[in-house]
């Protein structure tokens, strides 16, 4: 009787009206500031031993658009929205299911250290289901840009395509290419999670509300992300690299630093990175990851909050928070 309890807690209207929020704004916030993760890519992948000081994001972005043209600050949006929309939708349903198995409906239950607990459990079942579209979506917003051959850039037109292609030149493992970093990565949306559910029980707390503005949403969000993605981005600098690398490239690699990459653990690329460039090169692009991720992030929680609160309030129904 209990485990059927537990069971029609996972399946939920309310699980799957967060979900549906959650990924509607994702992409809606996505789509608004996707040059400055294009940008990010860039700066993360590029060697610093050929390219100099690291380039600033409003250089990178005049480069580009000079250079390749508007559009190009817009390669490969298609296919990342069609990951994100999945992604989101497997973590926010994840997490809001977890979140009413164990406290049950009990708000009182609910503090930072079982958010932070939930949030990496849903994390955890995200990065399997979803690594291998991030994979594709790596290459494809690098095609005809990080030096692969016009043989290989040809299979990553779209998302589909390019699942193919990685699953036929290198199997699993290359679907699902960078999995470790990103298993140590669900750090960064637990981090996220914990502070955002966290100063937003303190606001409606200390203001006695339990109304939120648009604006109040906007700037929780950024505190959140802002938090998670300093204490977070050398791991993400690193699983960038992983996923970028084909066995082309690696094959075809002839720089020493490219050489020391190859196949080797997320500990051993870091350490490398810190003895070739120092402290600066594990922060590398952040400039740009932290202007992508906190707007990206605050316009996805006030999308979120209010598409979730606006479909309850349609149907009449009070949401789960």
Same mark, same amino acid.
């Given at each position: 009787?209990?485990?059927?309890?537990?069971? +029609?807690?996972?399946?939920?209207?309310?699980?799957?009206?967060?979900?549906?929020?959650?990924?509607?704004?994702?992409?809606?916030?996505?789509?608004?500031?996707?040059?400055?993760?294009?940008?990010?890519?860039? $700066?993360?992948?590029?060697?610093?031993?050929?390219?100099?000081?690291?380039? +600033?994001?409003?250089?990178?972005?005049?480069?580009?658009?000079?250079?390749?043209?508007?559009?190009?600050?817009?390669?490969?949006?298609?296919?990342?929205?069609?990951? $994100?929309?999945?992604?989101?939708?497997?973590?926010?349903?994840?997490?809001?299911?977890?979140?009413?198995?164990?406290?049950?409906?009990?708000?009182?239950?609910?503090?930072?250290?079982?958010?932070?607990?939930?949030?990496?459990?849903?994390?955890?079942?995200?990065?399997?289901?979803?690594?291998?579209?991030?994979?594709?979506?790596?290459?494809?917003?690098?095609?005809?840009?990080?030096?692969?051959?016009?043989?290989?850039?040809?299979?990553?037109?779209?998302?589909?395509?390019?699942?193919?292609?990685?699953?036929?030149?290198?199997?699993?493992?290359?679907?699902?290419?960078?999995?470790?970093?990103?298993?140590? $990565?669900?750090?960064?949306?637990?981090?996220?999670?914990?502070?955002?559910?966290?100063?937003?029980?303190?606001?409606?707390?200390?203001?006695? +509300?339990?109304?939120?503005? +648009?604006?109040?949403?906007?700037?929780?969000?950024?505190?959140?992300?802002?938090?998670?993605?300093? &204490?977070?981005?050398?791991?993400?600098?690193?699983?960038?690299?992983?996923?970028?690398?084909?066995?082309?490239?690696?094959?075809?690699?002839?720089?020493?630093?490219?050489?020391?990459?190859?196949?080797?653990?997320?500990?051993?690329?870091?350490?490398?990175?810190?003895?070739?460039?120092?402290?600066?090169? $594990?922060?590398?692009? &952040?400039?740009?990851?932290?202007?992508?991720?906190?707007?990206?992030?605050?316009?996805?929680?006030?999308?979120?909050?209010?598409?979730?609160?606006?479909?309850?309030?349609?149907?009449?129904?009070?949401?789960?928070?």
């Amino acid at each position: 009787m209990v485990a059927a309890s537990k069971l +029609s807690q996972v399946f939920t209207y309310d699980s799957w009206v967060h979900a549906m929020s959650g990924a509607a704004g994702g992409c809606i916030a996505m789509s608004t500031f996707y040059p400055l993760d294009t940008v990010r890519s860039r $700066l993360q992948l590029e060697d610093p031993e050929k390219n100099g000081e690291a380039r +600033s994001t409003m250089q990178v972005i005049k480069e580009i658009v000079l250079g390749e043209g508007f559009q190009s600050l817009y390669r490969g949006l298609g296919p990342v929205l069609q990951s $994100l929309c999945i992604s989101n939708f497997v973590y926010f349903y994840a997490f809001h299911c977890l979140k009413a198995i164990s406290s049950g409906g009990d708000k009182k239950q609910q503090n930072a250290f079982k958010d932070l607990m939930l949030g990496a459990v849903a994390g955890i079942i995200n990065v399997f289901s979803t690594t291998p579209f991030w994979v594709v979506n790596t290459r494809l917003r690098m095609r005809d840009v990080a030096g692969t051959s016009d043989e290989v850039n040809k299979y990553y037109k779209s998302l589909l395509s390019g699942l193919r292609y990685v699953a036929k030149t290198e199997g699993v493992k290359g679907l699902w290419s960078g999995t470790i970093p990103s298993l140590i $990565l669900v750090s960064n949306p637990s981090l996220q999670f914990m502070m955002y559910e966290l100063l937003k029980r303190n606001y409606i707390k200390y203001n006695r +509300s339990s109304e939120i503005s +648009s604006l109040g949403y906007f700037v929780i969000g950024a505190i959140a992300k802002a938090f998670a993605t300093v &204490m977070t981005y050398p791991l993400q600098l690193v699983q960038t690299k992983q996923r970028h690398r084909t066995k082309e490239q690696n094959g075809a690699s002839t720089s020493k630093q490219a050489a020391a990459q190859k196949d080797v653990g997320v500990i051993k690329m870091m350490l490398d990175i810190f003895q070739h460039q120092g402290v600066k090169g $594990l922060f590398r692009g &952040m400039e740009a990851k932290i202007l992508q991720t906190v707007l990206t992030a605050a316009l996805m929680f006030m999308a979120y909050e209010k598409i979730n609160n606006t479909v309850f309030l349609l149907l009449k129904k009070t949401p789960t928070k």
